[in-house]
């Protein structure tokens, strides 16, 4: 039984059930996309405070298989597969930033979402 999560994200509506509780496999994946993203994460701010792409579509790539171990179902209208878009640019981060949060309170704890 996982935790449904609504995206809030208006180019990519519908819902996605991550696994909880997460299976070892599944918090080893977690665990070791963390830990081989931490060099990107570092670099996500350049000296003038914004954003560096580059370092955070690296972040990602080194997110994406951590974060489709995790999940269950996904109905997300204009993506069937389970992808995790990179455009547009600004709508595809604020729904990676979804996806990655969502996880990371399951696997920390702290999701006051009830289990589907």
Not at 70 to 99: H, M, Q, V, Y
């Given at each position: ?27 080893l994946a ?61 709508k595809s ?24």
């Amino acid at each position: 039984m996982g935790k449904k999560f609504d995206s809030p994200v208006d180019n990519w509506k519908g819902s996605v059930v991550f696994a909880d509780p997460m299976s070892i496999p599944q918090a080893l994946a977690w665990e070791e996309g963390i830990e081989n993203a931490i060099e990107h994460r570092k670099n996500l701010a350049r000296e003038d405070g914004s954003l560096n792409l580059s370092a955070f579509t690296r972040f990602e790539k080194e997110m994406e298989p951590a974060i489709l171990a995790c999940i269950e179902d996904w109905t997300i209208e204009g993506l069937p597969l389970p992808i995790i878009p990179a455009s547009p640019r600004a709508k595809s981060i604020e729904f990676f930033n979804w996806l990655f949060m969502s996880i990371d309170g399951i696997y920390s704890g702290n999701s006051d979402i009830p289990n589907a």
